[in-house]
């Protein structure tokens, strides 16, 4: 295949005593989505900020689009969906705003936008159903609603790498099959996307891949194979026999 | 003896202009930067640094030089060493703060009692008003109108940095250079306002405006037109009032800007917790004849 969109090797990080990622390694490639499974705690969180730079790992190397974090971030490449939780819902900011805030990167430094950037928000509102609803206070929509703003803010971005931090969760079924589509487009259009999520069931339907994670990368390949029983036992403690096997 | 004799009569005295010029500059900065202030989360820090401030204030005026370099100096070295006793030890943000800022702050009033001084740098914690000399108002203005600029420049950063700092990380700004510049221009506009209300009631300025405004509209674009407009005209209000009733100039005009907030908060027609039921029946009973009305249509005066 060609170069990877996001390359991660060996990966280690500690919180205190606490280790988060241990030798994580994870390739991401152009046109396919990888779905991220681990229980609470596995790393998926850690994982997203070791890529996008925010977290410096204690081994390990990231390179992005073939070049440094740095790079991939000053030239608007990543974009992020962060988990409902880490949002402030009642920030006085449109839809609108929120969409627009993907295009900031693109702009000069008082971010006052240009026709393009006003198109391009234009189009990613359109792309998500959510035109009527742009001028709208963030917090006033539904849960799904949301997602799909964020999902628009990195349409609009135009991101070449795209992030989901749990983009399924607390969302409707309408909602789950607009994003679902959505990121099917934006992979087709050429997007790395790495999507973190407990719904197993329609994984194989979102995804080209998956990576089990468990502090570190215990199996990455076709989703169907990756969620057997058994193998999913390994990420989640599990054993599918019914023995408790506590490691 | 009408209205406008009882506006126009106090401007006679210079010392009435300069004062309210000093208290319409404190209150409009210090209104647009509590609208990010409020909604980061920053209010305790807000209500830190302007306190850290005084020892650096105090040391400026030893020195004889300008006050803001002294108190962005001390903002600097209280956000230090709130951040480092947070990260370092088990002791939690707020506890931190606490410790930091009142440290600080005795260290400002044990310098002040062995400063031998002409002005009585008392003044700085309770604000002199109807004392600011021609050249302290020259200093405020100057102030006042870098942070203005600073602010409005970088609005849209500040609250891409306030909303979603992640996103902001991800596209490559850089949020703790936003965060630092945030604190520094708020170290820089609680000079402004000491001056006006002294460094005890500077947080009022920093915090009220903002969360008044946040209960009237949902856009940020108009928060930054609403906490001003309110935060001016209770500095003019409370000045007047301190003027007749011979009270305390920087007291009065926090407890307006205080009883001003709480008006809102009960009427406010979307947030108030009065206010939205009053706003709720009167758009039933209008609802036949007038149809539906947006509920995002809250702002001020709709």
């Known amino acids: ?247 | 003896m009408n209205l406008l004799d009882l506006v126009i009569e106090p401007l006679g005295y210079g010392f009435m202009v300069n004062a309210l010029a000093t208290a319409v500059t404190a209150a409009a900065v210090c209104a647009v930067l509590s609208c990010w202030l409020v909604l980061i989360g920053w209010s305790l820090m807000g209500d830190a640094v302007s306190h850290a401030v005084l020892p650096g204030v105090v040391l400026a005026y030893v020195l004889g030089v300008p006050f803001a370099i002294g108190a962005l100096l001390f903002g600097f070295l209280a956000v230090g060493l709130i951040g480092a006793v947070r990260d370092t030890s088990r002791i939690k943000e707020d506890a931190a703060i606490g410790i930091v800022f009142s440290t600080l702050f005795a260290l400002g009033l044990v310098l002040i009692s062995v400063t031998p001084s002409e002005t009585d740098l008392g003044h700085i914690i309770f604000g002199n008003l109807l004392g600011v000399s021609k050249a302290e108002l020259v200093q405020i203005l100057v102030l006042g109108a870098l942070a203005l600029a600073a602010l409005l420049l970088w609005r849209r950063d500040f609250t891409l940095f306030a909303f979603d700092a992640t996103h902001a990380h991800a596209i490559g700004l850089n949020p703790r250079l936003l965060g630092a510049t945030l604190l520094g221009l708020l170290a820089l506009t609680s000079v402004v306002a000491l001056q006006a209300v002294g460094v005890i009631l500077v947080v009022a300025m920093l915090i009220i405006p903002g969360a008044t405004a946040h209960l009237l509209t949902d856009r940020f674009g108009r928060m930054l037109l609403i906490a001003p407009a309110i935060s001016v005209a209770c500095s003019v209000i409370g000045l007047y009032a301190s003027y007749y009733l011979d009270t305390a100039s920087g007291g009065m005009i926090v407890l307006v800007q205080g009883a001003v907030f709480a008006l809102v908060y009960l009427f406010a027609p979307a947030q108030g917790l009065l206010g939205r039921r009053i706003f709720a029946s009167v758009r039933r009973r209008r609802a036949p004849e007038a149809g539906t009305s947006a509920p995002e249509g809250a702002g001020p005066g709709s």
């Open chain 1, 1 to 247: 295949m060609s170069t990877p969109a996001v390359d991660a090797t060996g990966l280690t990080v500690r919180y205190g005593e606490v280790l988060a990622l241990d030798g994580a390694s994870l390739q991401l490639y152009p046109s396919r989505i990888c779905g991220l499974v681990g229980m609470n705690g596995s790393g998926k969180s850690t994982l997203f900020k070791v890529i996008m730079g925010l977290l410096k790992p204690e081994a390990g190397t990231v390179r992005i689009n073939g070049g440094t974090p740095a790079r991939a971030r000053k030239s608007a490449a990543i974009g992020y969906v962060p988990q409902s939780e880490d949002v402030d819902w009642s920030f006085p900011v449109s839809v609108h705003d929120v969409v627009m805030m993907g295009r900031y990167g693109h702009m000069g430094f008082t971010r006052r936008p240009a026709k393009a950037d006003k198109l391009a928000v234009a189009e990613a509102l359109e792309r998500v159903e959510l035109a009527g609803h742009a001028h709208r206070q963030i917090g006033q929509l539904s849960g799904g609603q949301k997602k799909r703003a964020f999902v628009a803010r990195g349409i609009a971005q135009g991101a070449s790498v795209l992030l989901l931090d749990e983009p399924f969760a607390g969302v409707d079924k309408r909602s789950e099959a607009t994003i679902t589509r959505l990121l099917r487009e934006q992979a087709t259009a050429g997007a790395a996307i790495l999507v973190s999520t407990h719904d197993l069931h329609a994984l194989p339907a979102l995804a080209d891949e998956a990576v089990l994670l468990m502090r570190k990368v215990l199996m990455h390949g076709d989703p169907h194979t990756v969620l057997r029983p058994e193998n999913l036992a390994l990420a989640f403690g599990l054993d599918v026999l019914g023995r408790n096997e506590e490691s």
